[in-house]
């Protein structure tokens, strides 16, 4: 069945870098979209990244763009977040995501903390 599972999250110094995985497995993620979300506590849910089937033209949020960068690798059935220049508000826990008609699965998240 579908599983998301990201990893790479941790404890890291403002203005340090990051890369999530987020591994797929259970169908076709080369037909699929993906989705990178993150939520802060006492915070609304936030989408970070929008990943198309080919990888091309991805959008940001304003918040990261020009610091994070999204990709997939189809054949790995794995996307990545690579997060540079980490400020204390992307302080959250990262959540890969995607969807199936009105369907959305997700992760167990992945918990990044950035201190200043």
């Known amino acids: 069945q579908v599983q998301l599972v990201e990893s790479g999250g941790g404890l890291v110094q403002s203005g340090e870098s990051l890369r999530l995985s987020c591994a797929t497995s259970?169908?076709?993620?080369?037909?699929?979209?993906m989705r990178w979300y993150r939520q802060a506590p006492g915070k609304e849910r936030e989408l970070v990244a929008f990943i198309p089937t080919t990888g091309g033209n991805i959008n940001y949020a304003e918040s990261v763009k020009g610091r994070f960068t999204s990709s997939r690798d189809n054949a790995k059935a794995t996307v990545y977040l690579h997060m540079n220049s980490l400020k204390p508000e992307d302080t959250a826990v990262y959540y890969c995501n995607t969807q199936s008609g009105i369907v959305n699965y997700w992760g167990q998240g992945t918990q990044v903390t950035v201190s200043s």
């Open positions: 259970g169908f076709t993620f080369s037909s699929y979209f």
